[in-house]
């Protein structure tokens, strides 16, 4: 099992920038893949950003130039630096981790966090 603990959503004003953190506990060596996701009201959710198995980093459009994941494995701990926000990135971030569970690769979810961007 993996827990996942989304942290560092607030309300900024447009051209302002977050930083947030996601940080992981229980089997975490069993993590392949771990990303941040995102969901606006009356949306659907869409990948933000996602640190593949081999280390490789993805990027939404959207986002390309603005947000930047990392990781830090010490402290089990995802970030994504949002820089240049803008009122369309309003939504409620969540944190996902594919891991292997006896063989199968699961899917594991935070809480989420509310990130606002005033215009």
């Known amino acids: 099992q993996v827990q996942l603990v989304e942290s560092g959503g607030d309300l900024v004003q447009a051209g302002g920038s977050l930083r947030l953190s996601c940080a992981a506990s229980g089997s975490t060596s069993s993590i392949k893949v771990i990303g941040w996701y995102r969901q606006a009201p009356g949306e659907q959710r869409d990948v933000v950003a996602v640190i593949n198995s081999d280390g490789s980093l993805s990027y939404a459009d959207s986002v390309k130039g603005r947000f930047t994941i990392s990781r830090d494995s010490a402290k089990n701990t995802v970030y994504l630096q949002m820089n240049s926000l803008r009122p369309e990135d309003t939504a409620v971030y969540s944190c996902?981790?594919?891991?292997?569970?006896?063989?199968?690769?699961?899917?594991?979810w935070g809480q989420g966090t509310q990130v606002t961007v005033s215009s």
């Open positions: 996902k981790a594919a891991a292997l569970r006896f063989g199968v690769l699961r899917d594991y």
